[in-house]
């Protein structure tokens, strides 16, 4: 990977950090995405050369392709793009406030859509590259209080597996990395206290949600391997593919 080009959304913290780091690990020149300017520039300041930020909101739909040439222009060409940029909103579905929807959907899968469709002609007219959106288990099995995080993210799923048929004859391949619980601030924003890290493992039963069966929480740093691989030489013949990260939570659902 060692010279190679990657873009990564949401890089600002948790998942996405973990991956921009990773990814420098393995000498890739990565373009840092997020809204947060202060944790961009930090992560450039431990990784000098190697990452580059760029400060923009997946909301405004419109920048995204100048901001894919603006990229390509200060970088080279993009041979790898991560998508992990995303929003949760909590609530009933008959209660949720319509602004709530429209913004997780305007992030999870307008923003998506559009970022995504910018790197991907590019990568068609070359003729190479690789993709893979940071999803989630919700995508799979219905949630409470999570309806439109899980639909938005059931939408980024099936788009990223249809843009993958799309591409294969290109010799680019699109994935979905589906983590379950992660010890990141989204996850923690569920949470009252340390002791809640337990209950997310044990289950709960008044909600019809299974607890982990390996009995731990995700790190960052495990769901950015998968992303990595997936990204790879090494997964070169995987495509469309939805690999489940959370500890058997979804009991292979």
């Known amino acids: 990977m060692k010279g190679r080009i990657a873009l990564v959304s949401g890089a600002a913290q948790g998942i996405g950090a973990a991956v921009v780091s990773a990814l420098c690990a393995h000498g890739v ?3 840092a995405l997020d809204m ?4 961009l520039e930090a992560l450039a300041a431990t990784f000098p050369g190697l990452v580059t930020p ?12 100048a901001l894919v040439d603006e990229v390509e222009r200060e970088l080279g060409p993009v041979d790898m793009l991560v998508n992990v940029a995303g929003i949760l ?10 602004q709530d929807w429209d913004d997780i959907f305007a992030v999870n899968v307008h923003g998506l859509f559009h ?13 190479q590259g690789s993709i893979v959106t940071v999803g989630s288990n919700a995508a799979k099995v219905p949630r409470m209080q999570m309806g439109a995080y899980a639909a938005s993210k059931a939408a980024a799923l099936h788009f ?6 799309e591409l294969a004859s290109h010799g680019i391949r699109c994935n979905i990395v589906s983590p379950g619980s992660t010890d990141t601030a989204m996850q923690r924003q569920l949470w009252q206290s340390e002791d809640d890290a ?3 493992i044990a289950g709960n039963l008044e909600s019809y949600r299974t607890g982990i069966p390996l009995q731990r929480i995700a790190s960052p740093e495990d769901i950015a391997a998968a992303v990595l691989f997936l990204l790879s ?17 979804t009991l292979g659902a």
């Open 198 to 200: 337990l209950k997310v």
């Open 29 to 31: 020149r990565v373009a």
């Open 54 to 65: 760029y400060v923009a909101d997946l909301r405004q739909h419109q920048a995204l392709e």
């Open 233 to 249: 030489n090494e997964a070169r013949h995987i495509t469309m593919h939805d690999l489940c990260v959370d500890g058997g939570a």
């Open 115 to 127: 970022l995504t469709r910018a790197v991907a002609k590019r990568m068609r007219a070359r003729r």
């Open 160 to 165: 990223t597996k249809c843009l993958g048929l």
């Open 36 to 39: 947060a300017r202060a944790p």
């Open 89 to 98: 909103r909590m609530g009933n579905l008959c209660d949720l406030d319509a």
